[in-house]
């Protein structure tokens, strides 16, 4: 069970920038349930679209792993065996953590955590690459050249899970989503004061983008048909298909 999270209740003034460090960690499963909207039906859905798509033989990725919901989501509805799950992250405490829960199950298609960089990992002979809500951590000037290296990674047919929040170019639009989102989190037993000094956290470290802007970049990058499989307020997943 994870520990509950509180983060965002007492902290300094000015908030310091979001970080995926071990306090962080600690309480991910807690604090992402509680503040993506639609978060559980997207890392289950994972496990249809990977029973669906993985290749055999093939490489799947999960790109941004943290604590490996969606590798494990993958894991279990894969229904061929002979896949090699790569879950990558750059945060020590999360890949720490990873690997201690994983040693204790003895699955199929084991799922090997890696401690890196996905602006430098290699992408090769993949059938499945999944990026759930970590492009929008990524510096906006590299996210051209990171979907197009995850592009000419795959393997023809294979697709590209991206999840992402995002905004709306129109106002109302924006608002609507954006209040529904806060509500959630209220709902889900965040205090306003925790919520404002999370966004604040946030704010130049996760960049949200329009769906349009997103659709563009995977069309650019060579994907032949992309497009929402599901959206959730101003949450989003897109498929992309190679
Ligand atoms: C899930 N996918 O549960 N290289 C590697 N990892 C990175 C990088 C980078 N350049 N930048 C950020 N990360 C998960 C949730 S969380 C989303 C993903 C969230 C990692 C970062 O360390 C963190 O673990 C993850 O991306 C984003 O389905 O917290 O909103």
């Known amino acids: 069970m994870s520990k509950k999270d509180t983060l965002y209740k007492a902290v300094g003034d000015p908030v310091k920038p979001f970080e995926f460090n071990q ?9 992402i349930e509680r503040s993506v909207p639609g978060y559980p039906l997207t890392i289950a859905m994972l496990g249809v679209i990977a029973s669906e798509y ?8 999960d790109l941004g792993c943290s604590l490996g919901a969606a ?15 790569i879950a990558i992250d750059n945060s020590q405490a999360m890949i720490d953590s990873c690997r201690k829960t994983a040693s204790q199950a003895e699955q199929k298609n084991k799922i090997n955590f890696e401690l890196g ?39 023809p047919g294979g697709i590209f899970i ?28 965040y205090d306003l004061l925790e919520i404002a000094n999370k966004r604040d956290a946030l704010e130049k470290v996760l960049i949200p983008e329009t769906i349009s802007t997103h659709l563009q970049r995977l069309n650019k990058a060579g994907f032949s048909k992309a497009f929402v499989w599901l959206k959730c307020f101003n949450f989003v997943s897109f498929i992309a298909i190679k």
């Open 71 to 85: 590798s494990e989501a993958i894991q279990q509805g894969l229904t061929i065996k002979e896949c090699n799950i």
């Open 162 to 189: 991206l999840s992402e929040k995002i905004v709306f170019d129109d106002d109302a639009e924006n608002n609507t989503m954006s209040e529904l989102h806060l509500h959630m989190k209220e709902m889900n037993g």
């Open 117 to 155: 960089d996905v602006l430098q990992t290699k992408i090769e002979n993949a059938s499945l690459v999944v990026m759930n809500f970590t492009l929008q951590f990524i510096p906006v000037d590299k996210r051209d050249s990171l979907i197009k290296k995850i592009y000419q990674g795959l393997l």
């Open 23 to 31: 306090r962080v960690a600690e309480v991910f499963p807690d604090m």
């Open 54 to 61: 993985a290749q055999q033989y093939s490489n799947i990725y």
